[in-house]
């Protein structure tokens, strides 16, 4: 049983484009987390958030409770956001992880 | 500010070798964690620990153990390696009882032959 889907699986976009990342949960949260993993590198916590809208830079998350569903946008997309965007409902209790979506902008 | 601190970050093991990764945080945080990221699958929980003293296991635990003496620290142990965990590990942090970031570590690559 799939708790998180993330879609696409794999994105390439052109330097400049807007880029949107959706994930789709099953599960009551307390909060959802989206992060970000640069290839062999670590793990970062871009948003956490349990409503609405937050925005930082040229990275937004927008969440629907109702329909358990959250999008990551990128707007003027660079070569820079390279990287797998992972999905992380949070029930209060236990984080689940989306598969993640691998985005490659091209110059 | 340190942050997580996870060592090594890569490791080669034979079959059968034991070895422990090392965590460690500054920020006072309650809940620890240790996850594993294998290829097309998201990060399975392996162990987890809200506090000192205090540790339940993940989706995952066979064939590791943790402990929690102190608040900062949660090393993972694999007692007897076996090809099956070679994988990337992550340790990771934050508060209990209110919406907190994850914070991770830099994560380990092990190898086990």
């Known amino acids: 049983k799939n708790e998180v889907e993330q879609s696409p699986q794999n994105l390439t976009a052109q330097e400049g484009e807007f880029i949107t990342i959706n994930c789709s949960y099953s599960v009551g949260i307390s909060a959802l987390h989206w992060l970000q993993q640069h290839p062999g590198g670590g793990i970062v916590s871009l948003f956490m958030?349990?409503?609405g809208k937050k925005k930082h830079g040229r990275l937004i998350a927008t969440i629907n409770i109702q329909e358990k569903h959250s999008s990551l946008h990128i707007t003027a997309s660079h070569p820079r956001d390279s990287a797998v965007y992972i999905c992380a409902p949070d029930t209060g209790n236990q984080f689940y992880f989306g598969t993640g979506t691998s985005l490659t902008v091209i110059p | 500010n340190a942050g997580v601190t996870q060592t090594p970050k890569f490791q080669v093991l034979k079959t059968g070798q034991s070895m422990t990764l090392q965590c460690a945080q500054d920020m006072n945080h309650e809940y620890m964690s240790w996850y594993r990221q294998d290829p097309g699958m998201g990060l399975r929980l392996i162990h987890y620990s809200v506090g000192a003293g205090i540790t339940d296991q993940g989706e995952v635990p066979n064939g590791y153990n943790v402990s929690r003496s102190t608040t900062e620290d949660f090393p993972l142990r694999l007692l007897s390696a076996a090809p099956s965990q070679t994988s990337v590990y992550f340790c990771a942090s934050s508060y209990v009882g209110e919406r907190s970031p994850l914070h991770f570590g830099n994560g380990t690559r092990l190898t086990v032959t």
């Open positions: 958030l349990s409503s």
